[in-house]
């Protein structure tokens, strides 16, 4: 039997550390900021990078939810940039919707986040549990272009068999 390994790449994620369902209603404002000390809330949501108020500007359209959006279900909300004020990114809910659980992908329309696709989360997972296991097979996330890809493979070849 062969072992994959999925790598997360370089995922945008809101981060909700306890764990209580964060309830957003619409035509609300919602600020999502990089400081991850701070609590998840209907006001407040710590995101894992910060580099998204450099990247973002009014009127661009973000999703936050554990799966895709599809606009017809409550688990995921569609926002739209009102403000950049330094860090963090200040969003007009435009659907009402419940986040339940710990971790929610966040997906910005129509730009690059300059995150690398093969993180040290990854390099950390692939060189403890990786070489551990044996694994056989490395399942690139959010790969964007082939030196996404040749990158990897020289990290691997680095680690040995």
């Not at 309830?23 to 894992?48: F, G, M, R, Y």
Request: glycine fraction near 6%; include cysteine; proline fraction near 3%.
């Amino acid at each position: 039997c062969a072992v994959m390994l999925d790598t997360v790449g370089p995922e945008l994620q809101v981060v909700n550390k306890t764990d209580h369902p964060i309830s957003l209603q619409v035509d609300s404002l919602v600020v999502l900021t990089p400081d991850q000390d701070k609590e998840a809330t209907s006001n407040l949501l710590p995101i894992n990078f910060g580099g998204l108020s450099k990247a973002v500007k009014t009127g661009d359209t973000i999703f936050i939810g554990q799966y895709l959006f599809t606009g017809s279900e409550t688990t995921s909300v569609w926002l739209e940039v009102t403000e950049v004020k330094g860090e963090d990114v200040v969003c007009l809910i435009k659907n009402s919707a419940t986040l339940a659980g710990s971790l929610f992908t966040l997906h910005v329309s129509q730009i690059h986040i300059d995150l690398p696709t093969l993180t040290d989360k990854d390099k950390e997972v692939i060189s403890t549990w990786g070489v551990r296991n044996n694994i056989d097979f490395l399942s690139l996330s959010y790969t964007r272009h082939a030196e996404d890809v040749r990158q990897a493979r020289e990290y691997l070849s680095k680690l040995g068999d």
